[in-house]
């Protein structure tokens, strides 16, 4: 074919046509005569010296046939076309630039229910279903749908147990991108999100947002069951949970079950004896981090929660809450065998001991055996001859705080315990009960 034939023909093109089975379409004049070389032509070889054609080859089946190598980075692939694609993640190159494409920062699709905008109308639909409730992507597998495309793609990964997402620091693995970009910052200690009342800062913004409702006061999860609302909506979600009973976490090995996750997770140290978290300044060690933060207080003697009564500090929530029943009267705590009630589930337990017998603190320096740990403590110091508690006035040490309290009396005269029938007090609870049997007569 002489180079003027071939001219008109490709000159004549204005449709589609094939060539190794692409489409193409041709919309500008080809000049051969610009041409300062003469060439192997073929029609074919012309469209693609031109970039009006891109060939689609057949896959090189064997991973060994790469002949096409990056001079950056050794990385070897196929075809001339993949390679070119590579050095251009590396040069920043983008050769291909949309006539059609948004300024920075312009939004032109606004939602006409609310006031967001969108840089493009695909956003705008996929925003739209919000408002209408739409939800098209339905899991084939349950009967969840999605508004979006992406979140059903990342459901079925529940299903499927996938995740694709890998620490490059440890074996974790993730469903998702944000999961892994979280979990990342537990290596790397960036925590970008700063509260702005207090110093505090967070790796989330998430947590961040959490945080600040304890300043605000904010409880926007409320339970649909009851009266009870909630910062967050994991604590909510663990809340329901007591108004169904249902505890879908259990013990592989004494198949106690439990409510919530977490809780398994310390159950199963009792039976494993790790303990996690170390005291820094002494060698106590927790397997709960809430035992540690209340074992500090020891070292530090900080007692953050007082009693709006009688202003007495605990170092400890619980121990508050049991000392205002005291002012109340209040007890819940009711024994199954006698008519006695208890402010606190601990002072019940002790109390059904003395019913059944039990001593389950045993000495390991003798046989003796107790009801109670506090005594076993104290008894241990009859072989130790610890006596930690000392008096500040006379220096005279005791190995019991009660003793050292009543020793306290006699440098003060304080006499709380009073007789009844007759003026006469005392330091002691002992004291006192020896006075009353010289009024009744009895002979112990």
């Known amino acids: ?123 705008l639909i996929e925003h739209q279903r919000i408002h209408i409730g739409e939800k098209p992507y339905q899991c084939s597998q349950c009967d969840k749908a999605f508004s979006h495309k992406g979140n059903l793609i990342k459901h079925n990964r529940t299903h499927t147990g996938e995740k694709p997402y890998q620490c490059s620091q440890c074996d974790k693995a993730f469903s998702q991108n944000g999961h892994l970009v979280r979990h990342q910052k537990t290596h ?61 976490y259990q013990c592989s090995q004494c198949y106690k079950a439990f409510s919530q996750k977490g809780s398994l997770i310390i159950h199963k140290r009792a039976h494993t004896g790790k303990k996690p978290y170390q005291c820094s300044q002494c060698d106590k060690a927790f397997s709960r981090i809430g035992n540690l933060m209340k074992h500090k207080r020891t070292h530090t003697g900080e007692k953050p929660y007082q009693c709006s009564q009688c202003y007495k500090a605990f170092s400890q929530k619980g121990s508050l809450i049991i000392h ?57 110091r009859t072989h130790t001859g610890e006596k930690p508690y000392q008096c500040s006035q006379c220096y005279k040490a005791f190995s019991q705080k009660g003793t050292l309290i009543i020793h306290k009396r006699a440098h003060t005269g304080e006499k709380p315990y009073q007789c009844s029938q007759c003026d006469k007090a005392f330091s002691n609870m002992g004291n006192l009960m020896k006075h009353k049997r010289t009024h009744t007569g009895e002979k112990p």
Not at 9 to 32: H, L, N, R, S, W
Not at 69 to 83: A, E, I, R, T
Not at 212 to 230: I, L, N, V, W
Request: charged residues 30%; proline residues 5%.
């Open 1 to 123: 074919m002489s180079e003027v034939n071939v001219k008109e023909e490709i000159g004549a093109i204005e449709g589609p046509m094939k060539v190794q089975g692409v489409d193409i379409k041709v919309k500008e004049e080809i000049d051969f005569y610009k041409e300062e070389e003469p060439i192997d032509f073929t029609f074919e070889n012309y469209l693609v010296k031109q970039e009006k054609l891109v060939i689609i080859e057949p896959p090189r089946l064997h991973a060994e046939n790469k002949p096409c190598q990056c001079n950056k980075c050794n990385k070897g692939f196929s075809y001339n076309s993949h390679l070119i694609k590579h050095q251009r993640t590396t040069s920043g190159e983008k050769p291909y630039e949309c006539k059609n494409i948004n300024k920075a920062g312009e939004k032109p699709y606004q939602c006409s229910k609310c006031d967001k905008a969108f840089s493009r109308n695909d956003s």
């Open 188 to 248: 790397t200690g960036e925590k970008t999100y700063q509260c702005c009342q207090c110093e505090k800062s967070f790796s989330r913004n998430d947590a961040l947002i959490d945080h600040q409702r304890m300043h605000t006061g904010e409880k926007p999860y409320q339970c649909s069951q009851c009266d009870k609302a909630f910062s967050n909506i994991g604590n909510l979600m663990k809340h329901k949970i007591t108004h169904t009973g249902e505890k879908p």
């Open 324 to 380: 205002k029943r005291a002012h109340t009267g209040n007890k819940p705590y009711q024994c199954s065998q006698c008519d006695k009630d208890f402010p606190s589930k601990g002072h019940l337990i002790q109390h059904q001991r003395t019913h059944t017998g039990e001593k389950p603190y045993q000495c390991s320096q003798c046989d003796k055996a107790f009801s109670l740990i506090c005594n076993l403590t104290q008894h241990q």
